[in-house]
């Protein structure tokens, strides 16, 4: 409506200049103008109107024009107030409304345990019995026994040194010189992946724990490994699913139950963290861990051991003795109240300790570490033990030496030493398996990767006895718990063989396939209660458990003083 005006009157600028109305229209014709009014006023002196609007041409600026109107125009004016509803914001209704849960029920009932009564029997009252042997007034029993007592005794004296039933064995109605396989466990879920590393039967000799890992690696282990138990004496034991499975992040390299607690178990993995578990729990299992540090190993646990707290007088308490690749032998406490893993004691294994030869094959300086593959405490002395290496090389120790201490580039919050005392003749290869007698102390056995298993003295450096199976590697050797001489091995090509030290010829009474496929035979346990089973673990991930025969499993007379002879005579 503006524009309709301003054609008929002029504009009239701030510096009064006038537009003429036909170039008012050239300028409203040519462009886009947009004009808004802002204020309007009386000249006093002249009293001329004036309207003062904004004019925006074409968007490109803003002029401030004063334009001239008639009075006719703009007047005041006062109209009536117009009110109206708006379009978008609506009344807000409100409702109320309820609900009503349907009826509840209430009962009360009451029980009562079952009624129980107590009664008493009592035996008839006999009064005190007399036993006694009949008086012999005559004194004539008392002669006898005085005559024949020095021929008696003659004759005992000579029974217990006669050798003519050394070989004698009482027959039975079944085979006694039979061994069957009673079970052949696995875990299913595992699907052949691993292999058995290790094994160890409880105090109470029912259950059994398998390691479950691998020898081959190439790189950092990131495989999820497991420790598996079966209890033997379960009614409906299913051989192909474990009663108790614990996964780990890494492969498991050993496994060794506590002495005197069933429950108790020691693991040592590939990254080198020794664990503890309580199978007692029913939630977390898991006890403690050495963790990682400077304290802990850095190379895969290779054996563990319980062995006599050398801190207490008191029975039943132990401390932890493991070893490992790096070289390193720590001796752990557990913490009565915080039932954590403490590094109590450690030892380390240095090149300077290997013999000559070997030294010279691996050019290294003397305070090398060398790795430790198997530990053996002795049965009569618990501060003696032997350790076996990487390079073949077998050690005695002792837990009280003062040996060369460790070099300055091995980190440790307790001084480690070298706990060497005397050094026997090498291997050729990798030694697996290092055991002392349970029955003489002086006897022990080792088997290596040069497919060989030795008879030791530790008064010699020589090996009273060396056998060579044929089978390939010599991973495991054990001494039976009950017989003196017997023992037994388990080879590359997956043969379980049981030697009694007895015969002349050195060849096993029993050669039993102790694998799938013909995998290798890692391991073997004896079991310490149940004498007459014996355990194995293959690369296949199976565990086969042998029922001895009577003979293998019976002490036979005379058999101590045979493994004496055959130890004693070798010193002299």
């Not at 029912?206 to 479950?212: D, E, F, G, S």
């Not at 108790?244 to 005197?260: D, W």
């Not at 003749?425 to 056995?445: C, D, K, M, T, W």
């Amino acid at each position: 409506m503006f524009s309709e005006h301003l054609t008929f009157y002029n504009v009239v600028t701030k510096s009064n200049k006038t537009f003429k109305r036909s170039k008012f229209r050239n300028i409203f014709t040519d462009f886009f103008v947009r004009v808004r009014f802002t204020c309007y006023k009386r000249d006093v002196h002249s009293g001329i109107q004036f309207a003062r609007a904004v004019v925006d041409v074409n968007n490109c600026g803003r002029n401030i024009l004063n334009i001239y109107v008639p009075g006719e125009m703009f007047t005041d004016k006062v109209l009536e107030s117009v009110t109206f509803k708006s379009n978008w914001k609506k009344e807000r209704s409100l409702t109320s409304s309820g609900c009503q849960t349907s009826e509840l029920f209430f009962e009360e009932k009451a029980s009562q345990s079952v009624k129980r009564r107590d009664a008493k029997v009592q035996t008839e009252d006999e009064g005190d019995k007399f036993f006694g042997l009949a008086e012999d007034k005559s004194g004539g029993l008392g002669e006898f026994l005085r005559q024949v007592e020095p021929f008696m005794s003659k004759v005992l004296e000579k029974n217990w040194k006669s050798r003519a039933f050394d070989d004698y064995t009482v027959a039975t109605e079944e085979d006694s010189s039979s061994v069957t396989c009673a079970h052949r466990l696995t875990n299913t879920e595992l699907n052949s992946e691993f292999q058995i590393t290790s094994l160890s039967w409880n105090s109470t000799g029912a259950v059994i724990a398998a390691a479950y890992g691998r020898y081959d690696h190439e790189d950092w282990c990131t495989h999820k490994s497991s420790l598996c138990t079966w209890n033997l004496d379960k009614r409906n034991m299913n051989e192909n699913k474990p009663d108790t499975t614990l996964e780990l992040s890494c492969c498991l390299m050993c496994v060794a139950f506590h002495p005197a607690n069933p429950a108790i178990i020691a693991g040592g993995n590939y990254n080198g963290v020794v664990i503890l578990w309580d199978l007692s729990r029913e939630d977390d299992m898991l006890l403690t861990t050495s963790g990682l540090g400077d304290d802990s190993h850095r190379e895969p646990v290779s054996k563990l051991v319980w062995i006599p707290d050398p801190t207490s007088s008191k029975k039943n308490r132990y401390a932890l003795m493991s070893v490992s690749a790096d070289g390193k032998m720590l001796l752990w406490r557990i913490d009565r109240k915080t039932k954590q893993l403490e590094l109590h004691d450690g030892f380390i294994l240095m090149n300077q300790s290997l013999p000559k030869q070997l030294r010279k094959s691996r050019n290294m300086r003397g305070d090398k570490e060398v790795g430790v593959t198997c530990i053996s405490y002795n049965c009569d002395d618990k501060e003696t033990f032997l350790v076996g290496s990487e390079p073949g090389a077998v050690f005695k120790c002792s837990m009280h030496a003062h040996g060369e201490p460790a070099g300055s580039h091995v980190i440790s919050s307790v001084p480690l030493k070298s706990p060497v005392t005397f050094t026997y003749l090498h291997h050729h290869g990798p030694v697996y398996s290092a055991e002392f007698s349970p029955f003489h102390r002086n006897a022990f056995i080792t088997s290596a990767m040069d497919q060989t298993i030795r008879l030791y003295s530790m008064l010699q450096v020589q090996p009273i006895l060396t056998i060579e199976p044929g089978e390939g590697f010599i991973y495991s050797t054990k001494w039976s718990p009950v017989r003196p001489t017997l023992m037994a091995a388990t080879t590359e090509t997956g043969y379980l063989l049981l030697y009694d030290l007895r015969q002349n010829q050195p060849v096993p009474v029993q050669k039993l396939e102790a694998s799938t496929n013909k995998a290798p035979t890692f391991t073997c346990q004896f079991n310490p209660k149940q004498t007459n089973l014996i355990a194995t673990g293959d690369g296949a991930g199976y565990i086969q458990i042998f029922r001895l025969s009577d003979e293998l499993k019976t002490s036979a007379p005379k058999e101590l003083e045979r493994i004496s002879a055959l130890v004693d005579i070798a010193v002299e």
